[in-house]
């Protein structure tokens, strides 16, 4: 059997595939910057000395951890407005799915840096009569985050490709926009195949980034 | 007779139901400058961790000037507040058996850490005195290198100048020549020497035993859970005049020739 592909029909509607590459990008960042940052806080929080707080961070990566980010997504925007009085856009609860998601992992990697830290490093800092959040910010953070970047790297790539979960509740990304020409056109394979190519030309070069401030950091050693 | 200048009042430590020591006493005096000695595990490096609290003693307090910066409460907790801590600690630098020196700063940048995080000094003036300090531990060329490119030494002396920065009234010395290559034990013994020569008070954890029969004015022997005899240095390692000591002693000087 033989398959004529066929990439022009794909490329005819380039605007649609535009507009949600656009949908993507604009997803992927608030989702980086949101989940990593709210992973942050969760690590501090498990490493907390208030019970209560130890728990609650125990409970949100547990949580977000262990359930499907498409069933969360599914979630946020078809329950949580029966269970309260609001309204959920495709967007928002793309977001809520994906970085609450990514916040735990995030959070687990966080925690598991902070914790290869030597001791001598907090008491040295502490002996010079710096406070614990000052430790955290000057001494353990910038160590820490510097033997992560390859594990946070991997968290961004897959917070890239999760993105296409949104599609699930019609949020317009490269995956809903990917359908909707395969649908027209009954070119599904080519699509994908577009699709998988434009993720491939983009996270590449971001990777490539990582590395170079991953060497930039290295410079004391 | 003045204030002392540290006093540790009935402070204890137990590790679990490990009794580390318990009661100790001890004044230390403007200048004064004390060894701790003991055998290993006899508790000398916790009683001076407790000091400065990086260990919790479970009992006891320390005063410094007359003023209480660190009360236990008898139950493994301290009843003094964070400020009350690194106020004590800025008043007490320490020094450490494994340098600790931050990785991710230059050397100048280890010494000046603490004026700018700590003291809100301005970066300038903070890496002004960072070399001031470096250049009286013999390292003023060091200022931009890694602590990754220094010896052993080095590093230790980096060490010592990140604690003179604070301007410490006293200084605490965790075995600071144990992780040391033997060649490089008399570079950093001679940048506690000549502070020892300024007069600055210190207290000492060291297996040097040399060292501190000429530094120390006075010698602390650490046993059986808490200060076992002390005197001067002449006293206690010429003429110690209870057992432990005396065994302690033979043991050291059993292969000298």
Redesign the interface.
């Known amino acids: 059997m033989t398959y004529h592909w066929n990439f022009a029909s794909v490329f005819d509607n380039w605007w649609a595939l535009a507009i949600g590459l656009a949908g993507t990008l604009k997803l992927f960042v608030v989702c980086l910057v949101f989940g990593m940052t709210l992973g942050l806080f969760v690590a501090l929080g498990r490493r907390s000395h208030r019970r209560w707080l130890r728990w609650l961070s125990t409970f949100f990566v547990e949580f977000f951890r262990n359930t499907p980010v498409l069933v969360q997504i599914l979630w946020f925007y078809y329950a949580l407005p029966i269970l309260a009085p609001i309204e959920i856009s495709p967007f928002m609860a793309a977001i809520l799915g994906i970085s609450l998601n990514s916040a735990a992992y995030a959070a687990e990697i966080y925690r598991g840096g902070i914790q290869s830290i ?1 001791p ?2 907090w ?10 959040a ?1 430790t955290l910010r ?2 353990v953070l ?2 820490a985050i ?1 033997r992560i970047i390859p594990a946070l790297t991997n968290r961004g790539v897959e917070i890239f490709k999760m993105s296409t979960l949104a599609s699930v509740v019609a949020y317009v990304e490269l995956m809903q926009q990917g359908k909707l020409i395969a649908s027209l056109n009954f070119n599904p394979l080519e699509v994908y195949t577009v699709i998988a190519a434009i993720f491939l030309i983009i996270l590449y070069p971001i990777v490539r980034v990582t590395y170079a401030v991953e060497r930039r ?1 290295a ?3 | 007779m003045s204030e002392p200048l540290l006093r540790l009042g009935g402070l204890g430590k137990s590790f679990g139901t490990n009794l580390v020591f318990s009661g100790v006493d001890l004044d230390v005096m403007p200048g004064d400058r004390i060894a701790i000695l003991g055998a290993s595990g006899s508790g000398k490096s916790t009683l001076l961790r407790c000091i400065n609290a990086l260990e919790t003693p479970d009992e006891g307090l320390v005063k410094i000037n007359g003023t209480p910066l660190l009360k236990a409460d008898g139950k493994g907790r301290l009843r003094s507040t964070e400020r009350d801590l690194c106020a004590l600690r800025q008043r007490v630098g320490m020094v450490f058996q494994q340098f600790n020196l931050f990785p991710h700063m230059t050397v100048a940048g280890n010494v000046a850490e603490g004026l700018v995080t700590v003291r809100g000094m301005s970066s300038g003036k903070a890496l002004e005195r960072a070399q001031a300090e470096l250049e009286r531990v013999g390292l003023g060329d060091k200022g931009d290198a890694y602590p990754s490119r220094l010896s052993g030494g080095q590093k230790q002396r980096v060490a010592i100048a990140r604690a003179l920065a604070m301007d410490p009234e006293i200084l605490l010395f965790d075995e600071p020549t144990s992780a040391l290559d033997p060649a490089l034990v008399g570079e950093v013994l001679g940048v506690i020497e000549q502070l020892a020569n300024e007069g600055r008070t210190m207290i000492l954890v060291t297996h040097e035993i040399g060292f501190a029969y000429h530094v120390a004015t006075r010698v602390v022997f650490v046993a059986e859970h808490g200060i076992y005899e002390t005197g001067t240095p002449e006293e206690v390692l010429k003429h110690p005049a209870r057992p432990l000591t005396q065994q302690f002693l033979a043991d050291h000087q059993r292969f000298q020739f």
């Not at chain 1, 008491?123 to 614990?132: F, H, L, P």
């Open positions: 030597e001598g490093q008491e040295a800092a502490r002996a010079i009569g710096m406070t614990g000052q000057r001494i910038p160590q510097r950091l410079r004391s050693d």
